[in-house]
């Protein structure tokens, strides 16, 4: 929102200046120091590379950058649209801007409402996003359950910013590792013993009391579960329907049309390092079964059938060594064209803590602690707040105390009574708030509470583009340490009827935003505590 109205600006001067740039090629920033403006450009130091910038008419003077920013700041101090909404300076080669107490409280007062934020940015394209597609050979773990959170979040920020998402679970229930959870179930059904190479958890014993599959049982749990952390999938995708559909036989014979596979030592191997990978890969092995490779190339074939637009898979770190592998294939089937709707967001892992102290065993089963456990423990706020709190690509470390804390260690709670107070603050003012601002300058805080919302619209785009998700608990965290200083620095309620009045729209503007974000992020905004 504002970085755009200061591109659109700052195009407009250059273009007087007869300077031939597009908006998106102007870089906005914030300053690390305050003191130097909300925002900043150092474009004067780009344009010196230009060939006419760097010539006067005499064909020899130079200007520095420090100049063009002037003569930038010039064209800048014409524009009466521009001097409504900011304030510039020039310092050395970087033009600062400001953004006026006006635009401030007119941003708080005309454009916080329950869309703030929403954008047209996707412009309608599909996006399919593959996340979570757990084996159904066991519980969830937390692992699991953060890339839950991740793609459910990321999957409501797209949305949001104007992308049309399906998501979608891939069920990989075809192969060695469902028929050896199933004779594993099968041998304790017989009273038999579990092959050593079998599956051994307490959960098995479970299984073998049910008559069903076991991998149906199994996939019917991890739905349940990821219903508890608010996770539901619009499509759940069969690679066994794959096979018995032969599309992963017609995505062999495909690649060996283009001449892309051959034979050795009675396997057949696709030439995927031709295309980028370290080394070539095994899709049929010398049993004449399909690899699970295989199998992931007729899926992101079929993806593209269905017509996406862009393709986003999130997977754990430990798959890092099947990106190449899976983009050459793609490279392969389709050219530069549809490889370049592939997007690939590896997360690391979580450790989980107590009270700093590492916990791996469930007290329940002494085997390991379950997605469902932690959820039943810390609810399921907590869980996905926590679980995309960092990074995608950092290593998360989770305590579970810390997450069940009603103090400002834990950030959800910290976050979520912001929310309940502001409206218990209103509910308790109701009659006197009119909806309508009358205010000319800003307090310090204000200022910097409204420059924090005002920049909201442009995060929730970045984070679409850049899928760090983790950068919207930031917000909240910050937007609610803002209010909880406010509150403690001024009355709301004063003798003063405008300055009561005021501070009662500020603070229902700070609740509206948290609102979204936290909506955003799965978690509750509840209005009692």
Excluded at 263 to 288: M, N
Excluded at 488 to 506: A, G, M, P, Q
């Amino acid at each position: 929102m504002i970085q755009q109205q200061l591109q659109g600006c700052i195009f407009q001067a250059l273009k007087n200046l007869k300077i031939d740039i597009t908006p998106d090629q102007i870089d906005i920033e914030k300053p690390k120091n305050p003191e130097h403006g909300d925002y900043a450009t150092n474009l004067a130091m780009r344009l010196v590379k230009v060939a006419r910038l760097r010539q006067g008419s005499d064909g020899q003077a130079k200007k520095a950058p420090p100049q063009i920013a002037l003569d930038i700041l010039n064209e800048l101090e014409k524009d009466k649209k521009a001097q409504k909404y900011f304030s510039f300076s020039v310092v050395g080669g970087y033009v600062n801007i400001k953004l006026t107490d006006s635009y401030l409280i007119e941003i708080l007062s005309s454009k916080v409402n329950k869309d703030f934020g929403k954008s047209v940015l996707g412009k309608g394209q599909k996006v399919l996003l593959e996340f979570v597609s757990a084996n159904p050979t066991g519980p969830l773990h937390i692992g699991h359950g953060r890339w839950a959170a991740i793609g459910d979040v990321l999957a409501n920020i797209l949305k949001y910013t104007g992308f049309k998402v399906t998501e979608e679970f891939y069920i990989n229930d075809q192969g060695n590792q469902v028929e050896s959870l199933r004779a594993s179930v099968e041998a304790v059904r017989q009273n038999k013993e579990i092959p050593a190479d079998g599956y051994h958890g307490h959960y098995v014993q479970n299984l073998a009391k049910e008559k069903k599959d076991p991998i149906k049982l199994l996939l019917a749990q991890q739905k349940a579960v990821l219903n508890k952390m608010g996770v539901e999938f619009d499509s759940w995708f069969s690679e066994k329907k794959l096979h018995q559909q032969n599309k992963v036989k017609q995505a062999i014979e495909l690649l060996q049309k283009k001449d892309l596979v051959e034979k050795r030592d009675k396997a057949v191997w696709f030439k995927s390092s031709d295309f980028g990978d370290d080394k070539d890969r095994v899709l049929i092995r010398e049993t004449g079964e399909a690899t699970y490779f295989a199998a992931d190339i007729a899926y992101h074939k079929n993806k593209l059938a269905r017509g996406y637009d862009l393709l986003i898979n999130i997977w754990g770190a430990d798959h890092h060594g099947y990106v190449a592998r899976l983009k050459a294939a793609l490279k392969a089937l389709t050219g530069d064209k549809d490889f370049n709707k592939l997007h690939i967001i590896l997360g690391q892992l979580v450790t989980l803590y107590r009270a700093g102290v590492p916990v791996r065993m469930s007290k329940r089963t002494g085997e390991m602690i379950t997605l469902e456990e932690v959820i039943e423990e810390i609810g399921q706020d907590a869980a996905r707040y926590f679980l995309v709190s960092r990074s995608t690509d950092t290593h998360l470390d989770f305590d579970l105390e810390i997450a069940k804390k009603k103090s400002e260690e834990n950030p959800v709670y910290y976050i979520q009574y912001a929310h309940a107070r502001i409206c218990s603050i209103l509910r308790q003012n109701e009659a006197q708030i009119k909806g309508s601002i009358k205010r000319d300058t800003l307090e310090s805080l204000e200022r910097k509470i409204i420059l924090a919302i005002a920049q909201i619209p442009d995060e929730l785009e970045l984070i679409s583009q850049t899928y760090n998700i983790h950068r919207l608990t930031y917000l909240a965290q910050e937007l609610a340490k803002m209010f909880h200083s406010f509150y403690h620095e001024y009355r709301v309620l004063s003798d003063n009827k405008e300055d009561t009045l005021w501070r009662l729209e500020f603070i229902k503007a700070i609740k509206q935003v948290l609102e979204i974000i936290l909506t955003l992020l799965g978690v509750s905004a509840p209005e009692r505590m």
